[in-house]
């Protein structure tokens, strides 16, 4: 890694805004350390699912299926054994999971392992599949995943899904797997690695003209998505503390699919604007749905409202900007730059 100016100053920004959060439980609510959280994992989610589909081209609808099995193995990676036990109560849990318990970072790791082995085997044969039909199958496949997990009561304890998750997805602790996910891909691509993948995101036929093995891309970036899925997935169950299969159901990916493509396609730091933009809206418009006292008279809260507004206000931010806030750009510090030096100069003026 060369150390230049962008590089050094990339490196100060993550460790001041890391200092900054490790003092924010002094001055923020639980409510907002709650929705910073959700903001982190978000961004992971984002940025999982835009190497699949912003950067290598595949239109992969199955992302909430990787997202419920790094939950769930984390789940079961970090719960006592006395609470299996007692929680259990359809089908006693089976052995190994029954005595398993690892350290969180470990529940994690392992949460993305298991989402990307599991992602080789859906790879396999749907990737030969294109556009809409690949969408259509991954969504197949979710919806398996979603059905085994209700039916593998011994282990996932079915519909009744897991509580009291321990909480070990601190603010700090999801900025950490956040960073690391951006870190990993943007050195993966904006490498030759990420060179083959918009070659083929572009014009598969010319990429396999090239000599390029286009099936093997697609599964290993395929892959990695799901890993990372998975590790957002094990973040989400334990800032949650509960999970259940109707969490893990097509809406999830809808929400992640917007991140992406509310940020821009091909952008990593489109997919964290996206993510933080879409996140705290859809929290902000929750008063639409709770009573509002105007003095004279009390509003009724009108439910389902909110979805309604930000549908609006999505629909406008795609009429007026279609690729996306970024579009396929990167936010870099001599665009920072630039942007300052072009608001002074019209300040000056």
């Not at 996910?181 to 060179?195: E, Q």
């Not at 090239?210 to 997935?233: D, E, P, T």
């Not at 997919?271 to 009724?300: H, K, N, Q, Y």
């Amino acid at each position: 890694m060369r150390f230049d100016r962008n590089t050094l100053l990339s490196i100060a920004a993550m460790l001041l805004f890391g200092v900054v959060l490790w003092q924010a439980e002094a001055f923020l609510g639980d409510y907002q350390i709650y929705i910073a959280k959700l903001i982190f994992i978000n961004i992971i989610l984002a940025l999982s699912l835009n190497l699949i589909y912003g950067f290598t081209g595949l239109f992969s609808l199955g992302h909430a299926g990787f997202i419920a099995i790094g939950a769930y193995v984390s789940a079961l990676c970090i719960l006592p054994p006395a609470q299996k036990e007692i929680m259990w109560i359809l089908e006693p849990i089976i052995w190994p999971f029954s005595d398993l318990l690892t350290p969180f970072w470990v529940s994690v790791l392992g949460g993305g392992l298991f989402a990307g082995i599991f992602a080789i085997f859906i790879a396999v044969p749907v990737l030969r599949l294109g556009d809409d039909y690949l969408g259509m199958a991954t969504l197949a496949f979710a919806e398996i995943i979603r059905v085994l997990i209700v039916n593998a009561t011994p282990i996932t304890n079915g519909s009744l899904g897991i509580k009291g998750i321990p909480g070990h997805a601190t603010l700090l602790v999801c900025y950490g797997w956040a960073l690391f996910t951006l870190i990993v891909l943007a050195r993966l691509c904006y490498s030759n690695f990420g060179n083959v993948l918009r070659c083929i995101r572009d014009n598969e036929i010319a990429a396999s003209v090239m000599g390029i093995n286009v099936f093997q891309y697609k599964v290993l970036s395929f892959c990695i998505g799901a890993f990372f899925a998975g590790i957002g997935g094990a973040l989400l169950g334990s800032h949650l503390s509960t999970i259940d299969p109707k969490m893990f159901n097509f809406l999830l990916t809808f929400n992640v699919l917007m991140f992406v493509v509310a940020g821009g396609l091909g952008s990593l730091t489109g997919s964290i604007l996206g993510a933080t933009v879409i996140t705290i809206l859809l929290e902000w418009l929750r008063f639409l749905e709770e009573p509002m006292d105007l003095g004279i008279v009390e509003l009724p809260g009108i439910p389902g409202m909110r979805m309604v507004v930000f549908s609006v206000v999505l629909l406008a931010i795609i009429l007026k900007r279609r690729e996306g806030i970024m579009g396929t750009r990167e936010l870099t510090w001599n665009r920072i730059f630039a942007f300052f030096r072009r608001g002074a100069g019209r300040s000056n003026a």
